[in-house]
T-cell receptor, first 111, second 114 residues
């Protein structure tokens, strides 16, 4: 039982390149989330999906797109990466009342 | 959601109780207090939550004042592995309904030393 699995764990991109961060959960939870965390900062919500087929913007959605492929998977896409998107990205799913389970994180560097 | 205020950092000796305060003076009647922690480089981890009664689980205790304007997370016997950033979040409880996600602030950095 892995919980929330994120891939890749590390990625280096050049400015303008695109990539997709993958997230999968085996907990059968409806809601899934993408956060980013910059050094010395708290987590900031990028996008979330309350259920399969729905997505909504969070605090910092610009430059990102998401896809809720099915109940298990929620991907985050950077169409044209910028150095400002260098960050650690966390995916989470929600059990019941605001109890989130997070993945281990994906560390992205954009040169 | 009500705003929370936490100290930036705290120190604690190993084996002693760590008491982490959180002020949430604008909390409304249907908002719960949630605590998460984030150990370096890992994803945040849920600890505990409560509405108005004190709560205890295998990780910690949560003490909420009678007026609900502040709370304290207690780690009864802190270990080096408890060194982490601790987040206090106030949020309306939602079950499986659609809704927005938790918003994390900067939290309190707890340093446990031997």
């Amino acid at each position: 039982n892995a919980g929330v699995t994120q891939t890749p764990k590390f990625q280096v991109l050049k400015t303008g390149q695109s990539m997709t961060l993958q997230c999968a959960q085996d907990m059968n939870h409806n809601s899934m989330y993408w956060y980013r965390q910059d050094p010395g900062m708290g987590l900031r919500l990028i996008y979330y999906s309350a259920s399969e087929g729905t997505t909504d913007k969070g605090e910092v959605p610009n430059g990102y797109n998401v896809s809720r492929l099915n109940k298990r998977e929620f991907s985050l896409r950077l169409e044209s990466a910028a150095p400002s998107q260098t960050s650690v990205y966390f995916c989470a799913c929600r059990f019941g009342a605001n109890v989130l389970t997070f993945g281990a994180g994906s560390r992205l560097t954009v040169l | 959601d009500a705003k929370t205020t936490q100290p930036t950092s705290m120190d604690c000796a190993e084996g002693r109780a760590a008491n982490l305060p959180c002020n949430h003076s604008t909390i409304s009647g249907n908002e719960y207090v949630y605590w998460y922690r984030q150990i370096h480089s890992q994803g945040p981890q849920y600890i505990i939550h409560g509405l108005k009664n004190n709560e205890t689980n295998e990780m910690a205790s949560l003490i909420i004042t009678e007026d609900r304007k502040s709370s304290t997370l207690i780690l009864p016997h802190a270990t080096l592995r408890d060194t982490a950033v601790y987040y206090c979040i106030v949020r309306v409880r939602r079950g499986n309904q659609a809704g927005t996600a938790l918003i994390f602030g900067k939290g309190t950095t707890l340093s446990v030393s031997s």
